[in-house]
């Protein structure tokens, strides 16, 4: 998550936001999250629907967003928010004032996230990450990114899995003999394999696709 936040400010941030914030990120000082999906559950612009309010020379930022990865360790969020027709991304510190972080109970006990809501949080013009409006191209090739790394990830461990069967199954005996021997089993394992290095293959060439 922070390096997908990361890359987010060194494509729309300017040279102050970058001393502002990378350093820390670098240094795992700051840990930082990109705060984008919404209750309406849609993935694309138009799911983006937290309302952005003008207040003088600041602005204000009400509403929700759904399963923010590990909001609940991070110092700042990267948060989109519907302005001038598209959509900005803003950087909010977590500790401001009107936003609180709800841990949520996901299936995968390894990943955190966290509803995060949005009650008046002041902002002020350089908080911005580029122009107004403008930040959804840049949002949605990080985002493409992400998917593909989290693909990556799940056939790393599906992988894994595959190997721990397998292994298991040169040491489980049963009627006298290692399960790996009978034809049931074999033809699972020869499966699983397939399936796992056609996974393999599909991330590769999603990772080719996203880089060019």
């Known amino acids: 998550a922070t390096a997908v936040a ?6 729309l941030g300017n040279d102050e936001q970058y001393a502002r914030y ?6 795992g000082e700051l840990v930082a999250t990109l705060a984008v999906l919404e209750p309406s559950d849609m993935a694309g612009p138009d799911g983006i629907e937290l309302e952005l309010v003008a207040d003088g ?7 929700t967003k759904s399963f923010v990865a590990w ?5 700042l969020l990267l948060v989109a928010a ?15 004032e009107g936003l609180s972080i709800t841990p949520l109970v996901l299936i995968d006990p390894t990943n955190r996230a966290a509803r995060v809501d949005f009650d008046a949080v002041k902002l002020a013009a350089g908080d911005r ?32 899995a595959v190997i721990l069967a397998a292994d298991y199954a040169k040491i489980r005996e049963q009627f006298g003999q290692p399960i790996g021997r009978f034809q049931g089993i074999k033809h699972v394992l020869a499966e699983l394999h397939v399936a796992v ?7 590769h060439y999603a ?6």
């Open 57 to 63: 020379e600041h602005f204000t930022l009400s509403g």
């Open 82 to 96: 519907r302005e001038a027709g598209g959509v900005s991304l803003f950087a909010v510190p977590s500790d401001a």
């Open 207 to 212: 990772a080719w696709a996203v880089d060019n």
């Open 22 to 27: 990378l350093p820390a990120i670098a240094s």
């Open 129 to 160: 990450l580029g122009e107004a409006g403008k930040a959804w191209e840049a949002l949605s090739a990080l985002l493409d990114a992400a998917t593909v790394a989290l693909a990556a990830e799940m056939t790393g461990a599906a992988d894994a």
């Open 6 to 11: 990361a890359r987010a400010i060194t494509k």
């Open 71 to 75: 909001a609940q360790g991070a110092g």
């Open 197 to 203: 290095e056609s996974s393999r293959s599909l991330v």
